[in-house]
Nanobody, 121 residues
Framework: QVQLVESGGGLVQAGGSLRLSCAASGSIFSISAVAWYRQAPGRQRELVASITNGGSTTYADSVKGRSTISRVNAKNAVYLEMNSLKPEDTAVYYC???????????????WGQGTQVTVSS
């Protein structure tokens, strides 16, 4: 069984930075793809960034150039560093893990409980 725990959210002023962390339990982390999603009030959950089990990354256009997803397999951890934060980045951020090379967001994915990010203007 896999459990994911996000941390690092909080209140930050526009233009500031945050580093979100996701700690995973279990033995499949290094052979799994991982992703960060976010969900703002009244909006659908959206993919922010993903990283393959080989370290290749993809980003949503809305965060490209401002965010970096990374992973440390030895720590069963994945990170999302966000810079130049905007009020529209305000959302609950979720970490997802899926066995396999590339993130697809399928039904077999595991999810954390989320961490709130609030960006004030």
């Amino acid at each position: 069984q896999v459990q994911l725990v996000e941390s690092g959210g909080g209140l930050v002023q526009a233009g500031g930075s945050l580093r979100l962390s996701c700690a995973a339990s279990g033995s499949i982390f290094s052979i799994s793809a991982v992703a960060w999603y976010r969900q703002a009030p009244g909006r659908q959950r959206e993919l922010v960034a993903s990283i393959t089990n080989g370290g290749s990354t993809t980003y949503a256009d809305s965060v490209k150039g401002r965010s970096t997803i990374s992973r440390v397999n030895a720590k069963n951890a994945v990170y999302l560093e966000m810079n130049s934060l905007k009020p529209e980045d305000t959302a609950v951020y979720y970490c997802g893990l899926e066995y396999g090379h590339t993130w697809s967001g399928g039904r077999s994915a595991y999810w954390g409980q989320g961490t709130q990010v609030t960006v004030s203007s």
